[in-house]
């Protein structure tokens, strides 16, 4: 296996590279100058027989020599293309992986790849995507991340889906109606891992495609685990993930990450919007674990959506989403669950997960601070109604002590706490030593 970065002044490395190309079985180069790649091209040997593997990086240079990343969305232009010849001369290539590399999705001898996976190159017609994967009946795992078709007016429509009966593992992502389209037009039975996303260039939600492409590949059962992802073009980047573990348990993750430390544009409201639509758009009965990171929902539209689904057994939340759980677990408190079963929020959850969750310490509090009282008399009050938390993981959560977690762990039979200390922590304990120390 050869795995290195390549320079445009590395003339040595180059020529050794090429002298063993015929016994190198993986192929692994990243960040290498197109002018570089060009020139290693046209230098291979005749043949490469042992070579089964391809995975290579391209290093775009810019004005001033900054590293040139394409953008979200975008279909790229005079990108170096992948030589027809290397299939030619390495027969044995199963696996070709390539970052800003164009291929020619006519060559014939695609055919024989078992994974293909494509970032930033440039897209072919839905025609010739069609016409290629129909012909690889080998292929086990796909890949095309901003390099997915235009839809067109002019292709016949009614297409009846060309079926990838192999794939197992499935990544597509783009701008909404090119992943829309992806999923009219292929069929993949077995999958068992699915990863989509969406760019948005206006950071809009697209929400039609979104619920539209969670129909497609995620309301059907499947073995494996299942994502959703959708981007917003250099503002932050929301995630909705179902993923099913080895026991076949569905999950699903929400999740929105800020870029450029710029503020979510997202309100709460969108939020409650999204988390709702998404909710009736699928059929979740079988959801067993769901993850809210990043992401605020409502305490109200959390129980009228996944807090009433009796599958649920775990759930994992975030510092936003941490403080609405709490208020939507206490609904219902003074209902006997016996006479009213609805009236008890996520009725099968018996693990919650809280990760990065401030505290209030009761020395430096915030509004976003959970108080451990609060946690306390959510998990008494569903002890006494008979539908308990048997395991709290507490992860990074800054302002909980030793004497907090011992009153927790009266009620929850399991407490995994890290112990994590930070430096707000050590702050608040100087403060606490020293206020000890004045009025003794």
Not at 319 to 329: D, F, G, H, K, Q
Request: aromatic fraction near 8%; glycine fraction near 4%.
């Amino acid at each position: 296996m050869l795995d290195a970065s390549l320079a445009e002044a590395d003339l040595e490395l180059f020529s050794a590279i090429t002298s063993h190309m015929s016994h190198i079985v993986v192929f692994n180069v990243w960040k290498a100058p197109s002018a570089f790649l060009h020139r290693f091209f046209q230098g291979l040997p005749a043949e490469m027989p042992a070579l089964e593997e391809i995975s290579i990086n391209i290093h775009l240079l810019g004005e001033g020599g900054q590293e040139n990343v394409p953008a979200f969305g975008h279909d790229n232009e005079q990108l170096l293309t992948l030589p027809d010849s290397v299939f030619r001369r390495a027969p044995n290539l199963r696996h070709l992986k390539l970052v800003k590399i164009a291929i020619n999705w006519d060559l014939p001898r695609l055919s024989s790849l078992t994974t293909l996976v494509l970032f930033f190159s440039a897209p072919p017609t839905l025609s010739q995507l069609r016409s290629t994967l129909e012909r690889m009946p080998n292929l086990e795992a796909l890949t095309l991340q901003n390099s997915l078709p235009i839809p067109s007016s002019s292709e016949p429509p009614h297409q009846k889906p060309i079926t990838l009966p192999n794939v197992k593992k499935l990544t597509v992502g783009g701008e909404p109606d090119r992943v829309e389209c992806f999923f009219t037009h292929f069929s993949t039975p077995n999958v068992e891992n699915v990863h989509s996303s969406f760019i948005s260039q206006e950071g809009s939600y697209d929400l039609p495609f979104v619920l539209s492409t969670v129909k497609h590949p995620y309301s059907r059962p499947s073995p494996g685990p299942r994502s959703l992802m959708f981007f917003y073009h250099r503002l932050f980047i929301a995630q909705i993930a179902m993923a099913e573990a080895e026991h076949l348990t569905p999950a699903l993750n929400l999740k929105i990450i800020a870029m450029e430390n710029l503020s979510l544009p997202a309100s709460s409201q969108e939020m409650d919007v999204l988390t709702t639509q998404l909710f009736d758009a699928s059929n979740w009965s079988r959801l067993h674990d769901v993850s809210f990171a990043r992401i605020f929902v409502s305490a109200d539209v959390l129980a009228r959506t996944f807090g009433s689904l009796p599958s649920i057994v775990k759930i994992y939340v975030g510092p936003e989403s941490t403080l609405p759980l709490i208020e939507a677990l206490q609904q219902g408190a003074d209902v006997d669950p016996a006479l009213d079963p609805t009236s008890v929020v996520f009725p099968g959850l018996r693990e919650v997960s809280m990760h990065d969750v401030p505290f209030d310490s009761g020395y430096f509090s915030r509004p976003s601070d959970v108080d451990v009282d609060d946690l306390l008399d959510c998990l008494t009050s569903r002890h006494e109604r008979g539908v308990g938390i048997h395991k709290l993981t507490l992860r990074k959560c800054h302002g909980l002590d030793e004497d907090s977690v011992e009153l927790l762990e009266e009620v929850v039979a399991e407490v995994d706490w890290d112990h994590v200390v930070s430096e707000v922590d050590e702050e608040e304990e100087a403060l606490r030593e020293a206020i000890e120390e004045i009025f003794g």
